[in-house]
């Protein structure tokens, strides 16, 4: 009992602590923020991918230092990359309508921080070309989204707890993992809280909405502990598909994101730095 309150409490601060945080500072927007964001995001996903191949797998690979069966980890992978693919094609269409494009000349990619957010759709409700309540709903709508989509990316911390089920606070992967999510978790947030201060909301009460959106993660997290907990078996197959769905984040979010938010070499010296981070606290 005393683990699940910890990985609750752990699971809470990456989820909750990282949306919130994100909604936070989108209260205090700046438009020189691309450069940042971007070198942030690459480290986020060169620390996931050191997670997912120097722990995750390897252990999935291995679990209790026996062999597993190659094609059962290889089926979770795929499984884990698939379905987390299809729900963020399934968010994008729900939430990229509800805001109306300036003109046809107007970039369908998040190609800047403003894109990213929608603020740069700001200045047209303030004056007075789109109705402020479509960008409210658009924050609503995203924040639902993302929610759904906190679920897989709790299943990944609880996943990787459940390894050393006893002794959490000792379990360098899980708690590395806990604090990339978060991190993850900032622009998302700030996805959710921009659309909904700009349609109108207190920007506090649009911190909190978007600090709610992350409390489903937890709900992931219990589910992926139980479930890695019930035998090797099935410690494999959750550490598994938890691996498959943080690939589809690092390969098909995070990298994309920061290479078209800032075209330079440094995301990918930072991804790989990120790399390295997570190899040395895995290992030292």
Not at 7 to 17: D, E, M, N, P
Not at 154 to 179: E, P, Y
Not at 223 to 252: E, K, R
Request: glycine share 10%; with cysteine.
């Amino acid at each position: 009992m005393h683990s699940i309150w910890l990985l609750v409490g752990i699971t809470a601060l990456a989820g909750v602590g990282g949306t919130g945080l994100g909604g936070a500072v989108a209260c205090m927007f700046r438009k020189d923020s691309d450069k940042t964001v971007s070198l942030l995001l690459s480290f986020a996903a060169g620390v996931m991918t050191a997670v997912v191949c120097f722990d995750l797998l390897t252990e999935a690979l291995h679990p209790d230092g026996k062999a597993a069966n190659v094609w059962l980890v290889a089926c979770g992978v795929t499984a884990g990359f698939v379905i987390i693919a299809l729900l963020n094609e399934w968010i994008d269409k729900a939430t990229n309508h509800e805001v109306a494009h300036i003109d046809e000349n107007h970039p369908q990619t998040a190609d800047s921080l403003e894109e990213l957010t929608h603020a740069n759709h700001l200045q047209e409700h303030r004056e007075g070309r789109q109705p402020r309540s479509g960008l409210f709903l658009a924050g609503l709508v995203m924040a639902a989204a993302i929610a759904l989509h906190n679920v897989p990316e709790g299943m990944v911390i609880g996943a990787s707890f459940a390894k050393t089920v006893d002794q959490i606070l000792t379990n360098r992967g899980g708690l590395v993992m806990a604090v990339v999510i978060g991190l993850h978790n900032i622009p998302e947030g700030m996805a959710v809280a921009v659309p909904l201060i700009s349609g109108g909301m207190n920007k506090w009460h649009s911190v909190g909405v978007t600090a709610l959106s992350g409390a489903p993660t937890i709900l992931g997290a219990l589910l992926g502990f139980l479930v890695g907990a019930i035998s090797p078996t099935a410690l494999v197959i959750s550490l598994s598909f938890a691996s498959g769905a943080m690939l589809y984040v690092v390969f098909g979010e995070l990298l994309p994101e920061s290479i078209l938010m800032w075209k330079s070499k440094l995301p990918a010296a930072l991804a790989v730095l990120g790399m390295l981070t997570g190899l040395i606290i895995i290992y030292l």
